[in-house]
């Protein structure tokens, strides 16, 4: 078992470090969504007994994070005809050593830690270089959808840190993350059509012509 | 002792006789050449002997202390090896020139071997402002100058925080000989903070270090070849030998000051060849090299002084064993190559990468020394610049049965290996534009071998390149001694396979060179059998290909620089029929002209102070009289009465 | 040197044209065709040596001494390897340093060779050869530096055949993606094209005919060999069997990685070559992830 919750993890990390360097919105999307399903898979993997509560949060997991939501970016994508990819801001290579960088950070701060209960030290390390890389991608990416899916990375790793309390707190942390992630979504789909239909253009660097 | 003072009095002498027989040049060029390599071969003996396991020797000058240990040996002989080949390749400039120049090797020789802050510090600035008067050697160019005062101002700063250095280290009534400096190492705060700082400001000045390194691209560009080889093989050292002694004098450094020269020589090793990627002009290219270089024996450095923080003696042995050879090695083969770049400029008048080209046929000894000399600077078997960056692999991965932070320094290894990916692409470019292909422009085309005067010395540096790479125990086992000393530590390298890897990577050399002359010898004969035709190249069916059209030094570089985006400093400007690529050298026009240009306009606001008018300079004066007596009288702030 | 080193090394020595022929089979299988027979760079190798050469006028000595330089340092990078799953024929401690320098060796010369013929065809290609290398060069070493820390020995015949572990497994990741751009393969470089302008390997090589071209080849195909050895050699520990079972794994290892190369040549196209460096960067990547995981556990 403590096995097999390394591989999730180590996927988990791959699939950020996929939507780090990939080019293509679709791949990106994909990515998360495969991300969903990893962290539905997670405390099933964590703990050896499998409660109906465990079960329920897996299930509500792969079924919001890794089936309605993607599904909910990819009909945004088409609803708003995005076709061309933009080099962001940072480039990709830089984007991708920053991430190696970020594990690194992330791992050391681990170890460091005083969490209590015992969880295999990966756990902690994914969770924050997820954080830090969903933070990256937010705000070094110019197109607002990518910016969104930076967001589910960043509340992803929120998720996976949420794990090492599943059994202390039981249906706080997962409702409280799962609302999180349906505003943020929600506000960032509304505001991406009323940018769609003023400018023309999901450039959020074009944000910045609102201010007087 | 006494012989190393007669070989550094001949070198005076060769410099006198130059001086003293110029109108009779025949005469004056043997002797120089003469009394030259009497003076370097006499000064290096007491340096062999001590590697080759004497006792060190001590010796005074008067009232100043000298002594040869093994880390002074060391560096005597990177100081005299290739010293004596640029004075004798040297031997043609004008005797002024050849008389400061056998000063500044003697200079140098007695900067490695003093014994105390005066001496050292003495021969320091004389070596210093001897190598401004021989790089502005062609002063009637503005460029020289304006390198010569670059490289003026950041010696003198670094010079000063060597006194700042010295000062805090000896104390207020401390003694200033480098015993006394040592037996105070234990009683400085912080483990020496300010004092390891101060000497990696400037050492680090001196060494080339980034991003303190910004004077030395112009300098050995703009200097003639022989003085470049001297500067960017020797001089530069000298920062190098100033660090290892402050490490052996200090004892146990702390080990964040090794983690951030490992640090500092990562970033130097990497940044310096890319910058060398993007240069065009042959002697810059070689001067970033010199950088990169340097950071690589930082690195060494940097894992040696680790070992010694975390008590890894085997770490810490190799590391500066690594550091030493690969500095002895870096002067040979960076003289070598500032030597042939000297002949292709001698014989060509351009140093533009993008105008020569095909130099191979029209000097084929140049081409062979300067090839030797590029595969050794490239870390390739079978010659010594593998040699030396296997050492330091082997320092950097000495760590991994220890526990503890020092496994950290494994990572460096992947920025070395980048390091030699960039430098084997750089001087694929270099050998390969320059010397292989086509002419390029009629300069090229009429290039001529250079005269034995010349050949002589480059052979000399390049049979050292190869013994050193065949036969690497020879330098390895002195080497391994040197960085004993500078631990501290005995040298018990049983049970580590390092004496085995030295003798088997000597064999593996000895069997690649075997192997490619026996197979190119049996595929000779095969071709021979077989019919073969000659033909112009293949161009794709172009009716007119010339030999502008063959890929230049820039559209070389390109694909690599294209990865690296702005670090790289390469500046485009294209119109819609001219395209022109520029490296800047991003710290100095970066950082230190704009400040410059901001402090001077500040000072510029109080130029009117200065307008020249004497009366209003005598109420200046009047003035301040005035205040300092109401502020002796205690009517203005101060102390009363 | 006891036979067992010997043995596994000349067979591998002879193997290795096979290795090209498996991934180009098994491309032209995945696409409809029926393709080249397996053995056809024997046939190609015995073809070439008897044919003549052309150089150009404007080659030197360097463009005769890259052939035999790029078949000599192969065979040299290849006794430093433990082909028998036990130990090389040459090992020292910091061996792997040697192995990449060797393989440099061949690079240098063949970029050499290139810009020997004054064509700007073969310096482009010389180029990008040499813009790629560079960034292989840290991935294969990062590579190294795991199994060192997995292992705490510091020659390639002790890291090689470690017990197996997550980071190992990024670690022949890593491999495979490093063999992909040092045998000059999809997504890297497309061995099939026939435009000089998408060639980038090719294109280096485009000048040398008859025996030259040959020893060239087989030179590729040499290392291509000994890229597909490491990962299988670090994901399969052979040091406890019996030396003929050893290199029969060995040799079904290296044809799986040679399947894996024609089944990734027939499903994707070669990456535009601004994206080039991101797919070597990714290898790195991959690589120092492996380092982070081993330096937690």
């Given amino acids: 078992m403590e096995r097999l919750a390394d591989l999730v993890l180590l996927l988990v990390l791959l699939t950020s470090f996929l939507i780090l360097g990939t080019t293509r919105l679709t791949t990106c999307i994909r990515a998360v969504a495969v991300q969903g399903g990893l962290l539905g898979v997670l405390p099933l993997v964590l703990e050896p007994q499998w409660s109906a509560h465990t079960l329920g949060l897996a299930t509500g997991t792969i079924l919001v994070k890794a089936i309605v939501l993607p599904w909910f970016l990819t009909w945004a994508i088409r609803e708003a005809a995005v076709r061309r990819e933009v080099e962001p801001r940072l480039g990709y290579i830089a984007s991708l050593i920053l991430g190696v960088v970020a594990v690194a950070v992330a791992s050391a701060v681990a170890t460091r830690l005083p969490v209590p209960g015992t969880h295999p030290v990966l756990l902690l390390a994914t969770s924050l270089s997820c954080v830090i890389m969903g933070l990256l991608v937010l705000a070094t990416r110019a197109k607002a959808l990518i910016q969104v899916v930076g967001y589910l990375m960043l509340e992803n790793g929120i998720y996976v840190f949420g794990l090492t309390s599943v059994d202390r707190v039981p249906f706080l942390v997962e409702i409280g993350v799962l609302l999180d992630v349906f505003v943020g979504v929600f506000i960032m789909g509304i505001v991406v059509f009323h940018i769609n239909r003023e400018f023309d253009s999901l450039d959020s660097a074009r944000l910045t012509e609102l201010k007087d | 002792m006494t012989l190393y003072f007669v070989g550094l009095a001949a070198l005076v002498a060769a410099g006198l006789s130059a001086l003293l027989l110029r109108h009779r040049p025949a005469l004056a060029d043997r002797s120089y050449g003469l009394l030259a390599g009497a003076g370097c071969v006499l000064a290096a003996l007491p340096a062999v002997r001590v590697l080759a396991g004497g006792p060190a020797v001590e010796g005074q000058l008067g009232s100043w202390a000298f002594g040869i240990d093994l880390l002074s040996s060391a560096f005597l002989l990177v100081v005299l090896i290739p010293g004596l080949a640029s004075a004798l390749y040297g031997a043609r400039t004008p005797s002024a020139a050849r008389m400061l120049f056998v000063i500044e090797l003697a200079a140098l020789a007695l900067v490695v071997t003093a014994r105390g802050v005066i001496p050292f510090l003495i021969a320091w600035e004389v070596m210093a402002v001897l190598a401004y008067f021989l790089v502005t050697f062609e002063h009637e160019r503005a460029e020289v100058r304006r390198a010569g005062l670059v490289y003026l101002v950041a010696t003198h700063t670094g010079t000063l925080a060597l006194l700042a250095m010295f000062a805090s280290w000896a104390g207020p009534s401390g003694s200033l000989g480098f015993d006394a400096l040592a037996a105070r190492a234990g009683t400085l705060p912080g483990g020496g903070a300010v004092v390891l700082c101060l000497a990696l400001f400037g050492f680090g000045l001196k060494a080339g270090l980034v991003p303190l390194h910004f004077w030395l691209p112009d300098a050995h560009a703009t200097a003639p070849s022989h003085v470049s080889a001297l500067m960017s093989g020797v001089v530069i050292k000298m920062g190098i030998y100033g660090l290892f002694r402050v490490v052996s004098l200090l004892g146990v450094p702390p080990a964040w000051w090794g983690w951030l020269v490992l640090a500092l020589g990562a970033v130097s090793a990497v940044l310096g060849v890319l910058w060398a990627l993007a240069q065009h002009d042959l002697k810059r290219l070689l001067a970033y090299h010199s950088v990169e270089n340097i950071g690589i024996i930082l690195m060494g450095l940097g894992a040696g002084v680790l070992g010694i923080s975390y008590r890894v003696p085997l770490v810490a042995i190799l590391g500066f064993a690594g550091a030493v050879l690969h500095t002895l090695n870096h002067a040979l083969f960076k003289s070598l190559l500032f030597l042939g770049a000297g002949a292709t400029y001698h014989a060509t008048g351009t140093r533009d990468l993008d105008r020569l080209g095909g130099l191979a046929r029209r000097m084929p000894l140049t081409w062979i020394t300067f090839l030797i000399a590029s595969v050794a600077i490239v870390g390739l078997p079978p ?160 009716a007119l290909p010339t030999a502008r059209m063959q890929y230049t030094a820039s559209s070389f570089a390109a694909p690599l620089l294209a990865a690296y985006g702005p670090l790289s400093g390469v500046h485009e400007t294209r119109s819609r029929t001219a395209f022109h690529s520029h490296a800047r050298e991003i710290v100095l026009e970066g950082a230190i002209l704009p400040v410059w240009a901001a402090v001077r306009g500040a000072l510029w606001r109080l130029r009117p102070i200065q307008h020249g008018r004497l009366w209003v300079y005598l109420l200046y004066l009047i003035a301040v009289l005035l205040l300092l007596l109401l502020y002796l009288a205690g009517l203005v702030g101060g102390a009363p009465r | 040197m006891t036979a067992g080193p010997l043995l596994s090394l000349g067979a591998v020595l002879v193997l290795a044209p096979a290795l090209p022929g498996v991934a180009t089979k098994t491309k032209s299988l995945l696409t409809g065709r029926r393709g080249a027979p397996v053995l056809q760079l024997y046939w190609d190798l015995v073809r070439l040596l008897r044919k003549g050469a052309v150089y150009s006028t404007t080659t030197s000595w360097m463009f005769r001494l890259a052939p035999v330089a790029g078949a000599v340092t192969p065979l040299l990078a290849a006794i430093l390897l433990p082909l028998d799953g036990r130990g090389a024929v040459l090992q020292f401690s910091g061996d792997f340093v040697a192995f990449a320098a060797l393989l440099a060796l061949g690079r240098f010369t063949l970029i050499l060779a290139a810009l020997d013929t004054g064509s700007s065809f073969e310096g482009m290609g010389a180029s990008r050869d040499a813009a790629f290398a560079s960034l292989v060069e840290p991935a294969l070493f990062l590579c190294f530096v795991v199994l060192m820390l997995a292992t705490g020995r510091l020659s390639l015949s002790g890291m090689l055949g470690a017990a197996p572990a997550p980071s190992l497994a990024m670690v022949a990741v890593s491999l495979f993606f490093v063999l992909l751009a040092e045998a000059s393969r999809v997504p890297v470089d497309d061995p099939a094209t026939h435009l000089e302008l998408t060639m980038i390997h090719e294109v280096a090589v485009l000048d040398h005919s008859g025996p030259d071209l040959a020893l060239l080849l087989y030179g590729a195909a040499l290392r291509m060999a000994l890229f597909a050895a490491l990962p299988v050699s670090v994901l399969v520990s052979r040091a406890e069997w019996v030396a003929p079972l050893a290199l029969a794994v060995l040799v079904a290892g290296m044809v799986l990685v040679a399947v894996a190369v024609g089944i990734i040549e027939s499903s994707m196209a070669r990456l535009r070559l601004s994206r080039v460096p991101q797919f070597l960067v990714a290898a790195s990547v991959l690589a120092s992830l492996g380092v982070i995981l081993q330096l937690l556990t």
């Fill in chain 2, 383 to 542: 010659l010594n610049g593998f040699v030396s960056e296997w050492v330091v692999y082997r320092a950097l991965v000495g760590g991994v049965t220890s526990a503890g932070p020092i496994r950290l320094s494994l990572v460096a290894v992947a920025a070395l290996a980048l390091v030699g990916g960039l430098a084997l692409a750089c001087f694929a470019k270099v050998c390969g534009i320059v010397f292989l292909g086509a002419p390029r422009s009629a300069e090229a085309a009429q290039g001529h071998e250079a005269d034995a005067g010349m050949l002589a010395p480059m052979f000399g540096l390049a049979a050292a390149c190869v013994l050193i790479g065949l036969a690497p125990a020879l330098a390895v086992g002195p080497a391994l001694a040197v960085g004993g000393s500078v631990a501290r530590v005995a040298v018990d390298t049983a049970g580590s396979g390092i004496p085995e890897a030295v003798t088997r990577i000597g064999l593996l050399s000895l069997m690649l060179g075997a192997l490619l002359a026996l197979g190119s010898l049996a595929w000779g004969v095969l071709r021979r059998r077989r019919p073969t035709k000659q033909a112009e190249t293949w161009g794709c069916g172009y």
